[in-house]
């Protein structure tokens, strides 16, 4: 059973200006998918831009603004973002326009159960209803891919052979 990574972010500047102490910085905890990704690539170590984001479950949804030329500064204790967060205005005649802002973030790992997102409390408890589920979709599975391979099979039989008369010079030979 694998259980899902996320992490819990505190943010340690507001507007790009330090926040006063440790207490303010917990109250900007956030959890949410950590990602660290590539945005744009330079062949020359150290040159390429990074952009950190920390996500909602879906994948899509941004939890807090995302940083760009996002940095690792350290990873001891939990993993230490330098970067610049971009809070976007709006759209412009020409480009999205932001402000962009100086951020650090303080990222921990925490594992949260499947149970935490879905209605029942826990879904894999018995090891056999866990086998038995996973059977019933490999079933379905199988009939899916059966059904299509069906009908990509028969698709072949419904075209018309090819007929020098009919066709047009350009024609695959189709109609």
């Keep these: 059973m694998s259980i899902p990574v996320f992490y819990e972010v505190f943010r340690t500047r507001y507007e790009g200006e330090k ?9 900007t905890r956030r959890v949410g998918d950590l990602t660290y990704m590539e945005r744009i690539f330079d062949p020359r170590p150290g040159r390429s831009i990074f952009l950190a984001s920390l996500l909602q479950p879906d994948g899509e949804t941004y939890v807090i603004p995302p940083l760009d030329r996002a940095r690792l500064r350290r990873i001891k ?8 967060e971009v809070i976007t205005r709006g759209i412009g005649m020409k480009r999205i326009k932001s402000d962009d802002y100086p951020q650090t973030w303080f990222c921990r790992p925490i594992a949260i159960p499947r149970g935490g997102f879905d209605d029942d409390e826990d879904r894999f408890g018995n090891p056999a209803e866990a086998r038995r589920l996973a ?13 299509i391979g069906e009908t990509m099979t028969k698709r072949a039989d419904r075209r018309v052979p090819h007929n020098p008369e009919t066709a047009s010079g350009r024609s695959p030979g189709y109609f």
């Design 19 to 27: 926040l006063p102490n440790v207490e303010a910085v917990k109250h």
């Design 135 to 147: 059977r019933e979709r490999e079933l379905e599975e199988s009939l899916a891919a059966r059904k």
């Design 77 to 84: 204790g939990g993993i230490l973002i330098s970067g610049m």
